[in-house]
């Protein structure tokens, strides 16, 4: 099997997203702490090849409709380059290494992978298809990262971070979803069924709901007590404008140039959103 097919079917691209587990280390201001960074780091791994049969199992259930989308063909199961058994086992050898690699570090933090496994074959098999239940699960699962986060580093996290990570990946979903409503309201293209369920009137709607909520919540979160003791008020407040920009930016990346459906290329390949983003994690 190539090396390309492998790393597409595994989706390693998408390991990116288990950088929400070193959220509470980062905001603890305790990142360059030994053992809570070794065993943030190994977790997130170890979630990582967990994710793996997550999405395997999410293509072999889609390999009908993967097959006459003309993107989705070329994934390795539904192009037929590597078959359904093979895929499973490969899934199920990284969720075992994963399972035993997490619950060697904590308890919890295996328990909480299980239930974000469960969670998403449930997603998999049918809940993606229920409209704003699906954009409340794919939130939920990022909830989960930053709780394994928060176990493993034993860091006593924020109800305001929690807040906004839901609230983060509940725009960025939004966005995504409302990228496949485009596509089928404007060109009859239908990359999945929940499209029927929505219209982009709603979508820009509740776009400008979350969009808000989650700026006043990070507003919140900076000029709350608890960070006074760590940070200097003044200084985070900087931060904040950081946030607007990356926020507006990607509103423009929705609406203008139409390039909402993957958060993960976007973010790969949108200079602006890196700039933000690198300048935003010196400043913090």
Known sequence: MKLKLFLKL???????????????????????????????????????????????????????????????????????????????????????????????ISIKAFLLSLGYFILNF??????????????????????????????????????????????LSLFLAICKRRDDVYLYEKKNEINREVVFEYSLQFMDKIITIVSSVLIVSYLLFITSYENDPRFEPNYLFLTFVLVILGIFRYNQITYVFKRGGSPIKTLLSDLFLQIVLFFWFILF
């Open 10 to 104: 595994i989706r390693i691209n998408h390991w990116i997203k288990n950088l929400f587990i070193f959220i509470p280390i980062f905001f603890s201001s305790e990142l360059f702490i030994g053992n809570k960074f070794i065993y943030t780091f190994y977790s997130a791994i170890a979630f990582s090849f967990i994710s793996v049969f997550v999405y395997i199992i999410n293509d072999i259930f889609d390999i009908n409709f993967d097959r006459t989308h003309k993107e989705k063909k070329n994934r390795p199961i539904a192009s037929g380059y590597i078959s359904i058994k093979f895929a499973f086992i490969i899934g199920l050898i990284f969720f075992i290494l994963g399972s035993c690699l997490i619950f060697s």
């Open 122 to 167: 449930f997603y998999s098999l049918k809940l993606k298809s229920v409209a704003i239940l699906d954009l409340i699960i794919v939130s939920i699962g990022f909830v989960i990262r930053v709780y394994i986060g928060s176990v493993v580093g034993e860091i006593l996290v924020s109800n305001w971070i929690f807040i906004m990570v839901f609230l």
